[in-house]
């Protein structure tokens, strides 16, 4: 059965409120982690649902989402609601979020809705949601890569579909941004499992872009509209920025199709040379307002089609 995106609000009902906690600095702290939990609402399905985190649009057309954030019967973020605006999704891999009933499903669901099935790796920190900096050596960086790559395509080939591009999850991203031995372990395991042909999406101008062009493996830039970059355009995370809006992100997304630029964390105009080209813009569906966030992006940029 297809949804179109018009309708596909009245299908469906969001079940998220504000953004979830991001103060969760000490990884000893179980106060984090109950109030991580209070944000996942149970199910009545025997099994996960699918979960999803954030969206984006590829070269003005194409949406791209996180899924599969929750653990069986507990659903994080309004996933139905986005889901029939997507076209690819980063399916979480077990260590971030997610978990093998989650993931199974999550592939399913997107072949029957020929969706691009992405990998979605995460650090080893389940009540951090992957948000914070674990230090790592490449090898562990790489075995950790390995690991999850390794479940989600073995569920992808089960089913018969194929493993369309990757992207790291929270802290682990800002750590391949970064160091470039972290983003050559991991990009050395992706190409291990799922060769060297297999796009990798992460940050120009940075260690990603960089070791991904050394290593021959295709790279699709992307920015951001509902967190912020610093005056010299360095992205900043969630914690660190400020409170997003609905209008504010209609206006950035405006920005970035019509003048190559955004806005930094202060106001001030701020160009964005990866907008010159084909590039993805990111929103993150576990902020308050993310499904009206992600219409109003989804407007703009069908406006602009």
């Known amino acids: 059965m297809t949804v179109s995106k018009n309708d596909f609000s009245e299908r469906v009902s969001l079940n998220c409120g504000q953004r ?4 969760l600095s000490d990884p000893n702290d179980d106060l984090a ?3 991580r939990l209070a944000w996942f609402k149970p199910t009545n ?3 996960a649902r699918v979960h999803l985190h954030c969206i984006a649009a590829q070269g003005c057309e194409k949406l791209i989402s996180d899924m599969g954030e929750g653990y069986y019967r507990w659903a994080l973020g309004p996933d139905e609601a986005l889901f029939p605006l997507i076209d690819y999704a980063n399916i979480a891999c077990g260590m971030h979020a997610g978990d093998h009933n989650t993931m199974l499903r999550m592939v399913r669901l997107a072949k029957q809705a020929g969706v691009g099935i992405g990998a ?3 650090l080893d920190d389940v009540k951090g949601f992957g948000r914070r900096i674990l230090p790592m050596t490449p090898e562990e960086c790489r075995s950790l890569t ?3 790559l390794g479940a989600l395509k073995a569920m992808v080939d089960a089913e018969g579909a194929k493993i369309s591009h990757v992207k790291p999850h929270g802290a682990f991203y ?3 941004r970064d160091d470039a031995a972290l983003t050559h372990a991991f990009l050395t395991a992706h190409i291990s499992v799922n060769g060297n042909g297999t796009p990798f999406v992460g940050l120009a101008g940075t260690n990603m872009e960089t070791v991904a062009r050394e290593l021959g493996v295709p790279f699709i830039p992307e920015l951001f509209v509902d967190i912020d970059y610093d005056a010299d355009g360095k992205l900043l995370s969630v914690p660190m920025s400020n409170k997003c809006t609905v209008e504010g992100i209609r206006k950035k997304v405006q920005s970035l199709i019509e003048s190559g630029s955004t806005t930094d964390k202060q106001g001030n105009k701020l160009d964005i040379p990866a907008a010159k080209g084909k590039f993805t813009i990111c929103l993150h569906s576990d902020m308050p307002t993310a499904l009206e966030n992600a219409k109003a992006a989804r407007e703009v ?3 602009a089609q």
């Open 20 to 23: 979830m906690s991001d103060d």
């Open 33 to 35: 982690l109950i109030r």
């Open 45 to 47: 399905q025997p099994l």
């Open 120 to 122: 979605h790796p995460g």
């Open 146 to 148: 390995l690991y999850q």
């Open 174 to 176: 800002f750590m391949l």
């Open 301 to 303: 940029l069908n406006a």
